[in-house]
């Protein structure tokens, strides 16, 4: 017997969800769009037979509360997925909340402790460990053909000036600029390449931020338990948009560019050898499929099969504490 869709309803409607989220929950077995949520109804209701979605709230509470909602995707400002996943916890749906998780370590453990006490999933949206690129590198970091691995850095700007969101730059919205923004894409992808956890952590940000203004571009630096030295440079200053990762070990190394990007086809470079042992260098070219509806699937399979999933709460937790540490502690 085939099972019911898992319906959702996606808080915090905006251009992201509808040109991202929406398709690809459309494009997964087994899930039903069933409602969005925006601030303005009118605004919510136009958007809901646009895409014709068939309910529509600007009420966060009365969406959860539906019957017809079974699992909610947060992709509203950050300063909302604790409040949100909180109504959504106490409502009984499951929680997908994108990255990252919350302004602050506080907030995920509250998060984490009230979808545990009512029993729903909450999964963080670490899209990118989806992908076979990085799945690919991590395979090759973990068999120990690069040596030990000395270095590994992640970069990844664009110019801020293009982004629809309003309040990109505002403390107590979004948390952080691009250190919260694409940083945490950076570092939670080294966390998961190199199988390790970061022990210490530093950041130089411009502008310093203030309680209220957030910083344009940050230099992190990390430390991992095996001795690995992490860089991580994000930036809203760009005239482009970038994204690069490179791991450099004693025997070889790896890079590739784009390394978010999903419904498209990258190269990873592996260079295998040293001065002393020439080697040799390969290009593999890996198909990386759209990454939401991945993510999605793989949420749905947890819910209905009781797994743990690949970026569980306790993982955004891991990287909002690498956040705060990275903004000052501000």
């Known amino acids: 017997?085939?099972?019911?869709?898992?319906?959702?309803?996606?808080?915090?409607?905006?251009?992201?969800?509808?040109?991202?989220?929406?398709?690809?929950?459309?494009?997964?077995?087994?899930?039903?769009?069933v409602a969005?949520?925006?601030?303005?109804?009118?605004?919510?209701?136009?958007?809901?037979?646009?895409?014709?979605?068939?309910?529509?709230?600007?009420?966060?509470?009365?969406?959860?509360?539906?019957?017809?909602?079974?699992?909610?995707?947060?992709?509203?400002?950050?300063?909302?997925h604790c409040a949100e996943t909180i109504a959504a916890a106490r409502a009984g749906k499951h929680v997908l909340v994108e990255k990252p998780m919350a302004l602050n370590v506080h907030e995920a453990e509250e998060m984490i402790a009230v979808c545990a006490r009512h029993h729903v999933m909450l999964m963080v949206g670490h899209v990118i460990r989806f992908s076979p690129l990085v799945n690919r590198m991590r395979d090759i970091v973990?068999?120990?053909?690069?040596?030990?691995?000395?270095?590994?850095?992640?970069?990844?700007?664009?110019?801020?000036?293009?982004?629809?969101?309003?309040?990109?730059?505002?403390?107590?919205?979004?948390?952080?600029?691009p250190v919260f923004d694409i940083g945490i894409h950076c570092i939670d992808t080294l966390r998961y390449v190199l199988g390790d956890e970061v022990t210490e952590t530093q950041g130089i940000l411009e502008p310093v931020p203030t309680e209220i203004r957030t910083e344009e571009s940050a230099q992190i630096s990390l430390r991992f338990?095996?001795?690995?030295?992490?860089?991580?440079?994000?930036?809203?200053?760009?005239?482009?948009?970038?994204?690069?990762?490179?791991i450099q070990g004693t025997e070889g190394s790896l890079r590739a560019g784009d390394f978010t990007a999903g419904s498209?086809?990258?190269?990873?470079?592996?260079?295998?050898?040293t001065d002393a042992r020439p080697g040799t260098l390969t290009t593999?070219?890996?198909?990386?499929?759209n990454l939401y509806v991945e993510e999605?699937?793989?949420?749905?399979?947890?819910?209905?099969?009781?797994?743990?999933?690949?970026?569980?709460?306790?993982?955004?937790?891991?990287?909002?504490?690498?956040?705060?540490?990275?903004?000052?502690?501000?």
């Not at 915090?12 to 077995?29: D, V, Y």
């Not at 850095?153 to 952080?176: C, E, M, P």
């Not at 593999?284 to 499929?289: G, L, Q, S």
Request: glycine share 8%.
């Open 225 to 246: 338990s095996r001795g690995t030295i992490g860089s991580v440079y994000c930036s809203y200053a760009a005239p482009v948009r970038r994204k690069q990762i490179e």
């Open 264 to 273: 498209q086809t990258t190269e990873l470079i592996i260079e295998l050898g």
């Open 296 to 330: 999605i699937a793989h949420f749905c399979d947890c819910i209905r099969n009781r797994r743990q999933p690949l970026t569980p709460g306790e993982n955004g937790l891991a990287n909002q504490r690498i956040l705060d540490r990275a903004m000052g502690g501000m």
């Open 142 to 177: 973990a068999s120990g053909i690069l040596g030990r691995v000395t270095y590994a850095k992640a970069n990844f700007i664009y110019d801020a000036r293009l982004s629809h969101r309003t309040w990109l730059y505002d403390r107590h919205v979004a948390g952080g600029g």
């Open 1 to 33: 017997m085939t099972a019911p869709p898992i319906r959702f309803a996606i808080l915090g409607f905006g251009s992201f969800a509808e040109r991202a989220i929406t398709p690809a929950l459309r494009a997964t077995p087994g899930t039903e769009l």
């Open 284 to 289: 593999e070219r890996i198909a990386v499929p």
């Open 36 to 80: 969005i949520q925006k601030r303005s109804i009118d605004q919510a209701r136009a958007k809901a037979l646009e895409h014709r979605i068939p309910l529509f709230f600007d009420s966060v509470d009365e969406a959860v509360a539906h019957p017809d909602v079974d699992a909610v995707f947060i992709v509203s400002a950050n300063g909302a």
